[in-house]
Protein backbone atom coordinates (compact mmCIF):
# COMPACT_ATOMS: atom_id res chain seq x y z
CA UNK A 1 0.00 0.00 0.00
CA UNK A 2 1.12 3.50 -0.86
CA UNK A 3 2.14 6.05 1.80
CA UNK A 4 -0.16 8.79 0.65
CA UNK A 5 -3.21 7.59 -1.43
CA UNK A 6 -4.98 10.31 -3.96
CA UNK A 7 -7.75 10.42 -6.24
CA UNK A 8 -6.22 11.25 -9.75
CA UNK A 9 -9.66 12.79 -11.05
CA UNK A 10 -9.53 14.30 -13.52
CA UNK A 11 -11.44 17.45 -12.39
CA UNK A 12 -12.90 19.78 -14.88
CA UNK A 13 -14.74 23.10 -13.25
CA UNK A 14 -15.92 26.17 -14.60
CA UNK A 15 -14.36 29.57 -13.42
CA UNK A 16 -15.86 30.37 -9.71
CA UNK A 17 -16.38 26.71 -8.68
CA UNK A 18 -15.58 25.85 -5.35
CA UNK A 19 -13.38 22.53 -5.88
CA UNK A 20 -12.07 19.90 -3.33
CA UNK A 21 -9.57 16.89 -3.12
CA UNK A 22 -8.80 14.60 -0.62
CA UNK A 23 -6.09 12.39 0.37
CA UNK A 24 -5.25 9.63 3.10
CA UNK A 25 -1.89 8.79 4.24
CA UNK A 26 -0.79 5.11 5.89
CA UNK A 27 1.85 6.59 8.88
CA UNK A 28 -0.19 7.41 11.99
CA UNK A 29 3.34 8.78 13.21
CA UNK A 30 3.54 11.30 10.33
CA UNK A 31 4.10 15.01 11.78
CA UNK A 32 4.57 17.09 8.74
CA UNK A 33 1.90 17.61 5.85
CA UNK A 34 1.78 19.61 2.41
CA UNK A 35 -0.02 20.35 -0.67
CA UNK A 36 2.72 20.79 -3.55
CA UNK A 37 1.10 21.86 -6.89
CA UNK A 38 3.11 21.10 -10.03
CA UNK A 39 2.15 22.41 -13.63
CA UNK A 40 2.76 20.70 -16.55
CA UNK A 41 6.32 19.41 -17.49
CA UNK A 42 7.66 21.77 -14.44
CA UNK A 43 8.87 20.65 -10.64
CA UNK A 44 6.67 20.68 -7.76
CA UNK A 45 6.41 23.82 -6.21
CA UNK A 46 5.14 24.19 -2.26
CA UNK A 47 1.54 25.62 -1.96
CA UNK A 48 1.05 25.10 1.45
CA UNK A 49 1.87 23.45 4.85
CA UNK A 50 -0.73 21.86 7.11
CA UNK A 51 -1.73 22.47 10.19
CA UNK A 52 -4.01 20.18 12.49
CA UNK A 53 -6.14 23.31 13.55
CA UNK A 54 -6.49 23.65 9.43
CA UNK A 55 -5.25 26.51 7.59
CA UNK A 56 -6.56 29.18 4.71
CA UNK A 57 -3.94 30.76 2.83
CA UNK A 58 -6.55 33.46 0.27
CA UNK A 59 -8.47 31.28 -1.65
CA UNK A 60 -7.17 27.97 -0.65
CA UNK A 61 -8.02 25.83 2.64
CA UNK A 62 -6.35 22.98 3.93
CA UNK A 63 -7.52 20.90 6.16
CA UNK A 64 -5.95 17.36 8.53
CA UNK A 65 -8.03 15.12 10.36
CA UNK A 66 -5.42 12.71 12.34
CA UNK A 67 -8.07 10.07 13.51
CA UNK A 68 -9.32 9.30 10.10
CA UNK A 69 -5.80 10.38 8.72
CA UNK A 70 -6.64 12.53 5.95
CA UNK A 71 -5.81 15.98 4.21
CA UNK A 72 -8.29 17.94 2.28
CA UNK A 73 -7.74 20.74 -0.16
CA UNK A 74 -10.55 23.31 -1.01
CA UNK A 75 -9.85 25.55 -3.89
CA UNK A 76 -12.65 28.51 -4.12
CA UNK A 77 -13.23 31.00 -6.81
CA UNK A 78 -11.04 28.66 -9.04
CA UNK A 79 -9.63 30.64 -11.44
CA UNK A 80 -7.74 29.42 -14.78
CA UNK A 81 -4.49 29.57 -13.38
CA UNK A 82 -5.10 27.36 -10.93
CA UNK A 83 -5.50 24.67 -13.42
CA UNK A 84 -2.53 22.01 -12.22
CA UNK A 85 -2.25 18.58 -10.61
CA UNK A 86 -2.22 18.98 -6.88
CA UNK A 87 0.59 16.82 -4.80
CA UNK A 88 -0.63 15.59 -1.39
CA UNK A 89 2.71 14.66 0.50
CA UNK A 90 4.05 14.10 3.60
CA UNK A 91 6.87 14.06 5.95
CA UNK A 92 8.33 10.35 6.72
CA UNK A 93 9.03 9.39 10.40
CA UNK A 94 12.23 7.72 12.30
CA UNK A 95 14.04 6.07 9.79
CA UNK A 96 12.82 7.79 6.69
CA UNK A 97 12.82 11.35 8.23
CA UNK A 98 13.63 14.03 6.20
CA UNK A 99 11.97 12.32 2.64
CA UNK A 100 8.76 13.50 1.26
CA UNK A 101 6.37 10.97 0.38
CA UNK A 102 4.18 11.91 -2.46
CA UNK A 103 0.61 11.13 -3.66
CA UNK A 104 -0.20 10.51 -7.17
CA UNK A 105 -1.62 13.84 -7.53
CA UNK A 106 -4.89 15.07 -8.67
CA UNK A 107 -5.38 16.82 -11.75
CA UNK A 108 -7.18 20.02 -12.10
CA UNK A 109 -8.57 21.84 -15.37
CA UNK A 110 -10.59 25.21 -14.96
CA UNK A 111 -12.17 25.96 -17.69
CA UNK A 112 -13.12 29.83 -18.91
CA UNK B 1 17.75 34.54 -6.38
CA UNK B 2 19.23 31.55 -7.93
CA UNK B 3 17.31 28.21 -7.33
CA UNK B 4 18.22 24.74 -8.02
CA UNK B 5 19.65 23.75 -11.24
CA UNK B 6 19.82 20.68 -12.91
CA UNK B 7 21.58 19.32 -16.00
CA UNK B 8 21.21 18.14 -18.60
CA UNK B 9 17.69 19.29 -19.13
CA UNK B 10 16.99 16.38 -21.28
CA UNK B 11 18.99 13.02 -22.09
CA UNK B 12 18.51 10.63 -24.34
CA UNK B 13 20.40 7.49 -23.50
CA UNK B 14 20.55 3.90 -25.79
CA UNK B 15 19.84 0.90 -23.28
CA UNK B 16 23.34 -0.05 -21.47
CA UNK B 17 24.53 3.54 -21.45
CA UNK B 18 25.64 5.00 -18.33
CA UNK B 19 23.96 8.64 -17.66
CA UNK B 20 25.38 11.33 -15.06
CA UNK B 21 23.01 13.87 -13.47
CA UNK B 22 23.92 16.90 -11.78
CA UNK B 23 22.27 19.07 -8.91
CA UNK B 24 23.05 22.72 -7.71
CA UNK B 25 21.52 23.05 -4.77
CA UNK B 26 20.74 26.54 -3.37
CA UNK B 27 23.63 28.21 -1.64
CA UNK B 28 24.03 27.14 1.91
CA UNK B 29 21.39 24.24 2.15
CA UNK B 30 22.22 21.63 3.70
CA UNK B 31 20.11 18.57 2.57
CA UNK B 32 19.40 17.51 -0.57
CA UNK B 33 17.31 14.75 -1.74
CA UNK B 34 16.93 12.82 -5.34
CA UNK B 35 13.33 11.52 -6.53
CA UNK B 36 12.31 9.57 -9.55
CA UNK B 37 8.90 11.07 -11.24
CA UNK B 38 7.16 8.56 -13.41
CA UNK B 39 4.66 10.08 -16.36
CA UNK B 40 0.94 10.44 -14.39
CA UNK B 41 2.77 9.59 -10.61
CA UNK B 42 4.09 11.58 -7.82
CA UNK B 43 7.48 11.60 -6.80
CA UNK B 44 9.17 8.66 -5.59
CA UNK B 45 12.00 9.19 -2.76
CA UNK B 46 15.81 7.77 -4.16
CA UNK B 47 18.47 9.53 -1.41
CA UNK B 48 19.39 11.97 0.84
CA UNK B 49 22.12 13.89 1.93
CA UNK B 50 22.86 16.12 4.56
CA UNK B 51 26.25 18.19 3.67
CA UNK B 52 28.37 15.38 1.79
CA UNK B 53 27.21 12.23 4.25
CA UNK B 54 24.74 9.73 2.50
CA UNK B 55 22.28 9.74 5.04
CA UNK B 56 19.28 7.69 3.01
CA UNK B 57 19.48 5.52 0.10
CA UNK B 58 17.08 3.02 0.22
CA UNK B 59 15.09 4.30 -2.38
CA UNK B 60 17.84 3.37 -5.09
CA UNK B 61 15.73 1.26 -7.32
CA UNK B 62 18.70 -0.92 -7.96
CA UNK B 63 22.71 -1.24 -7.06
CA UNK B 64 23.08 0.36 -11.14
CA UNK B 65 21.63 3.77 -9.49
CA UNK B 66 24.57 5.86 -7.43
CA UNK B 67 24.96 8.98 -5.90
CA UNK B 68 27.26 11.59 -4.70
CA UNK B 69 28.09 15.14 -2.65
CA UNK B 70 31.47 15.02 -2.55
CA UNK B 71 32.03 18.42 -0.90
CA UNK B 72 28.40 18.88 0.78
CA UNK B 73 27.29 20.69 -2.72
CA UNK B 74 26.79 19.71 -6.19
CA UNK B 75 25.34 16.44 -6.44
CA UNK B 76 25.72 13.75 -8.82
CA UNK B 77 23.17 10.82 -9.87
CA UNK B 78 24.73 7.80 -11.77
CA UNK B 79 22.77 5.36 -13.85
CA UNK B 80 24.79 2.97 -15.20
CA UNK B 81 23.49 0.36 -17.94
CA UNK B 82 20.45 2.18 -18.34
CA UNK B 83 17.14 0.23 -18.64
CA UNK B 84 13.89 1.55 -20.48
CA UNK B 85 12.38 1.17 -17.14
CA UNK B 86 14.55 3.86 -15.56
CA UNK B 87 13.39 6.44 -18.15
CA UNK B 88 11.67 8.87 -16.26
CA UNK B 89 12.00 12.86 -14.73
CA UNK B 90 14.98 13.28 -12.02
CA UNK B 91 14.31 15.99 -9.48
CA UNK B 92 16.47 17.50 -6.99
CA UNK B 93 15.60 18.85 -4.05
CA UNK B 94 17.35 21.17 -1.56
CA UNK B 95 16.26 22.33 1.74
CA UNK B 96 17.79 24.07 5.13
CA UNK B 97 18.21 21.37 7.09
CA UNK B 98 16.33 18.82 8.58
CA UNK B 99 12.51 17.70 8.75
CA UNK B 100 9.74 20.36 8.26
CA UNK B 101 11.76 22.64 6.14
CA UNK B 102 10.49 23.37 2.61
CA UNK B 103 11.86 21.22 0.08
CA UNK B 104 13.05 23.70 -3.43
CA UNK B 105 13.00 21.51 -6.14
CA UNK B 106 15.12 21.84 -9.89
CA UNK B 107 13.17 21.51 -12.78
CA UNK B 108 14.71 18.12 -13.15
CA UNK B 109 16.26 16.03 -15.71
CA UNK B 110 13.62 14.09 -18.47
CA UNK B 111 15.42 10.68 -18.96
CA UNK B 112 14.40 8.41 -22.08
CA UNK B 113 16.65 5.24 -22.57
CA UNK B 114 15.43 3.80 -25.96
Known amino acids: RKEVEQDPGPFNVPEGATVAFNCTYS??????FFWYRQDCRKEPKLLMSVYSSGNEDGRFTAQLNRASQYISLLIRDSKLSDSATYLCVVNGRGSTLGRLYFGRGTQLTVWP | GAGVSQSPRYKVAKRGQDVALRCDPI?????LFWYQQALGQGPEFLTYFQNEAQLDKSGLPSDRFFAERPEGSVSTLKIQRTQQEDSAVYLC????????????FGPGTRLTVL
Open chain 2, 27 to 31: SGHVS
Open chain 2, 93 to 104: ASSLAGEGNEQF
Open chain 1, 27 to 32: NSASQS
